[in-house]
């Protein structure tokens, strides 16, 4: 199989995921809150926001570079989009973040355990989705190479979305 199938194949499955987890994950956090007898609160629901609007950036950007593989469609346009969603995408992550904080310093006060687990964890992870697209790929569990190139000691590399905004940007400088 040509490396470029491979990537594509990747890529449909990912995106696909990334998008799916838009729902799934805060329906599986909201069932378990109600499961350990909780329910959740409107930092809970901000901070899952937070976290699938992430999440959506994310399955947006994988569906365009899957585009531009498989059928050769230029991203620009949706990249200049995610570039401008940069900062107003850190707010929310920190307003995510913020919100699961906020819950777990009055989890014994105004809200349940449940609550204040299901905020921080969403938070937590908007934050991380927001490093993970914009700044650095945290993510090394879905390929073998960055896996191994992480468990080598070589570290962290700038995130994709990250590099390809930068290109972007020198791009349009040289016009």
Do not use: C
């Not at 995921?17 to 909201?30: H, T």
């Not at 901000?46 to 570079?65: D, N, P």
């Not at 355990?113 to 934050?127: E, F, K, P, Q, S």
């Amino acid at each position: 199989m040509k490396p470029q199938n491979a990537v594509a194949r990747h890529l449909r499955w990912y995106w696909r995921m990334e998008a799916g987890n838009v729902v799934f994950v805060p329906a599986m956090m909201i069932a378990l809150a109600h499961l350990y007898g909780g329910g959740i609160g409107p930092a809970s629901a901000i901070a899952m926001a937070s976290m699938s609007f992430l999440l959506i950036v994310g399955a947006v950007y994988w569906r365009v570079k899957l585009a531009e593989i498989e059928h050769g469609r230029d991203p620009t346009a949706t990249l200049r989009v995610l570039a401008l969603l940069d900062a107003p995408s850190f707010i929310v992550a920190v307003i995510g973040l913020g919100a699961g904080l906020g819950a777990v310093a009055f989890a014994s006060v105004r809200v349940g355990a449940a609550d204040a687990t299901v905020a921080m964890i969403a938070g937590v992870l908007a934050a991380a989705e927001y490093v993970n697209y914009y700044r650095v790929q945290l993510q090394h569990f879905d390929q073998w190479s960055d896996f191994k190139r992480l468990m080598r000691g070589r570290g962290f590399r700038k995130a994709h979305l990250r590099r390809d905004i930068d290109r972007l940007g020198a791009g349009a400088d040289k016009r």
